[in-house]
């Protein structure tokens, strides 16, 4: 895999955890720190969270695959 495919395949997992946090912030408010309110959070459906958990995963197993080769370890 060249460099630029390698990019592309980190960047998409960045996307995909950045979706990941919106998505729960949009069940969990945040208080004023900023810090997430579990107190207050709505019922979080999850059929959904484990749908994007499981894509957020792949992806990042996909990466793992990537630098394994780039650095030329052996998998584990």
Known sequence: MD???AMKEFKKYEQMRLGMYE???SFIPKDKNGTLDFSKAKDIPAQEIY???FKLDYQ???IRGIAINCLGLKGE
């Open 51 to 53: 749908d994007r958990w």
């Open 60 to 62: 990042a197993r996909k």
């Open 3 to 5: 460099k630029d495919q």
């Open 23 to 25: 998505f729960l912030e």
